[in-house]
């Protein structure tokens, strides 16, 4: 079995770990540590933290940054396939509207490439299997129509909450004490319907729709676009002219590499914070094998992990409660590869959505030159909670979704790999952590808002896109420009 099948064994001191608020300790730690001195250290290398420190960097300030593992990328990493291609295990599509981290992209020299989304896709349901047009990409089946009904709908609300701050929504009382469950119940009459809705809940969100406040989801939505352009529940789910329209040549993680190679001695690998003090005329972080004094510090890690920093003096009640109150969703790729894209010459797109899972939405994932053919599927919420205990397990389950999908070639694959985030120390889960009923309006507004010298990035605290690399670009940019402004008025 390939090395990549047995991924959850060698992480299951990470698993542990990721259960409690203890983050594992290294031999780093125990090392004499360096001391540096710098105007500001930033928390983490993923695309917030990275694009914060690129940006400072090249405004001239003494940046510094600090990552618990040892690679760049946080919630992006790249797996490479037998043949020397790559094929993601975490973030990978952007879209329109998505213009940060395209032009993050276009400035360190990583093109696009565009997702496949020719022939058919296939709607199982029922116990029945159909086929519809990629594009759009709208079953025709009567009660999926259903579903696809309230999306509009949906929309129309989330056009009355503004992305800054939700919890200002005119009905955001109302709809924050809501679960997106409920709204389903009460707008989707068929059971089929109901389903397909659930599906596209676990692949946006890794989370059931009763994990979700309606507030929450409505943000989410209206997320989903910029400054011009208003969001769509429509965008987060499509291809073309949708968040997966596009993918990156050699990978999304090449981009957070390429950015930080550019950055140099700045990035510190294997260096998880794990104090932060704050004083009146700067801040002392302590890492594994480094002690960094800075005058601002940008933290910029999922809200779960803020819980394992220890902060002196306490964060305020409203931002240390962000960490219990924003938890992080559980969804999986499960990934096959097989010689060639079988099911393009079958006229199939390889895009699934079905009814019965584990893995019921699916993509094709293959290399921009199509060779060789992967297709994943998406396993979240509940499904992944009851995902099969062993990796043959998961690989056996898979195959079976995809013979149904796609036909029996889909039982020779070459390869099988995955990635389960929950497992990962540093992470503990993905896509995004998520607000449950009650928990926006309550924790919301301490998303963004300083705590002294500490200011906060991620995409968890971006405006729009929200829970995307887009979002976390964004967030690393407004964290810069927030600490820039900062040193300049505030002198030591």
């Given at each position: 079995m390939p090395e990549s099948t047995t991924r959850?064994?060698?992480?299951?001191?990470?698993?542990?770990?990721?259960?409690?608020?203890?983050?594992?300790?290294?031999?780093?730690?125990?090392?004499?540590?360096?001391?540096?001195?710098?105007?500001?250290?930033?928390?983490?290398?993923?695309?917030?933290?990275?694009?914060?420190?690129?940006?400072?960097?090249?405004?001239?300030?003494?940046?510094?940054?600090?990552?618990?593992?040892?690679?760049?990328?946080?919630?992006?990493?790249?797996?490479?396939?037998?043949?020397?291609e790559i094929s993601e295990l975490g973030g990978e599509y952007i879209g329109p509207t998505q213009d940060r981290i395209l032009a993050l992209a276009r400035s360190v020299g990583v093109s696009t490439f565009a997702t496949y989304n020719d022939g058919l896709d296939v709607l199982y349901a029922g116990g029945q299997r159909s086929t519809y047009a990629a594009n759009p990409g709208l079953p025709n089946d009567p009660d999926v129509q259903q579903a696809v009904s309230v999306i509009p709908h949906l929309d129309q609300m989330a056009a009355e909450v503004p992305v800054d701050a939700p919890w200002k929504a005119r009905?955001?009382?109302?709809?924050?004490?809501?679960?997106?469950?409920?709204?389903?119940?009460?707008?989707?009459?068929?059971?089929?319907?109901?389903?397909?809705?659930?599906?596209?809940?676990r692949a946006i969100w890794g989370a059931e729709a009763s994990e979700l406040s309606l507030l929450y989801v409505l943000f989410y939505i209206a997320a989903a676009g910029n400054a011009s352009t208003k969001g769509s529940f429509f965008r987060l789910i499509g291809v073309a002219g949708g968040a997966q329209e596009s993918r990156f040549v050699g990978g999304s993680q090449r981009v957070a590499q390429e950015v930080a190679r550019r950055l140099g001695s700045r990035v510190l690998l294997s260096a998880p914070v794990r104090r932060?003090?704050?004083?009146?005329?700067?801040?002392?972080?302590?890492?594994?094998?480094?002690?960094?004094?800075?005058?601002?510090?940008?933290?910029?890690?999922?809200?779960?992990?803020?819980?394992?920093?220890?902060?002196?003096?306490?964060?305020?009640?409203q931002r240390h409660q962000l960490a219990h109150h924003v938890p992080p969703g559980n969804l999986q790729k499960w990934q096959l590869s097989y010689d060639r894209p079988f099911w393009r010459e079958a006229g199939l797109s390889g895009q699934a959505v079905a009814d019965i899972g584990p893995a019921n939405t699916t993509f094709d994932n293959s290399p921009p030159g199509g060779s060789p053919g992967v297709i994943f599927g998406f396993v979240g919420g509940d499904a992944a909670r009851r995902a099969p205990a062993s990796?043959?397990?998961?690989?056996?389950?898979?195959?079976?979704?995809?013979?149904?999908?796609?036909?029996?070639?889909?039982?020779?694959?070459?390869?099988?790999?995955?990635?389960?985030?929950?497992?990962?120390?540093?992470?503990?889960?993905?896509?995004?952590?998520?607000?449950?009923?009650?928990?926006l309006r309550a924790y919301g507004p301490a998303l963004r808002q300083p705590t002294g010298r500490i200011h906060w990035a991620g995409t968890e605290t971006a405006t729009y896109w929200n829970g995307y690399m887009d979002g976390a670009v964004r967030s690393g940019e407004r964290a810069a420009t927030e600490v820039a402004r900062a040193l300049r008025l505030k002198r030591p």
């Open positions: 959850r064994g060698f992480l299951g001191a990470g698993a542990a770990a990721g259960v409690g608020l203890a983050l594992p300790g290294s031999a780093a730690a125990k090392r004499p540590k360096r001391r540096r001195a710098v105007e500001v250290a930033v928390v983490g290398a993923g695309f917030a933290g990275l694009t914060a420190a690129r940006d400072l960097a090249r405004a001239g300030h003494d940046v510094v940054v600090l990552e618990a593992r040892n690679r760049v990328g946080g919630r992006t990493l790249n797996h490479r396939l037998g043949s020397g009905r955001a009382a109302e709809w924050d004490a809501t679960t997106l469950e409920a709204f389903k119940l009460a707008n989707i009459p068929s059971v089929k319907g109901r389903a397909i809705f659930d599906a596209a809940t932060i003090e704050a004083a009146r005329r700067g801040v002392t972080v302590h890492a594994d094998g480094h002690t960094v004094h800075a005058r601002r510090v940008i933290v910029a890690v999922p809200p779960v992990l803020c819980a394992s920093i220890h902060f002196a003096p306490g964060l305020p009640a990796a043959r397990g998961r690989r056996d389950a898979l195959i079976a979704n995809l013979a149904l999908y796609f036909g029996e070639q889909a039982r020779s694959p070459r390869e099988y790999f995955e990635m389960d985030w929950t497992q990962e120390a540093w992470t503990r889960g993905c896509p995004v952590g998520h607000f449950p009923a009650g928990a």
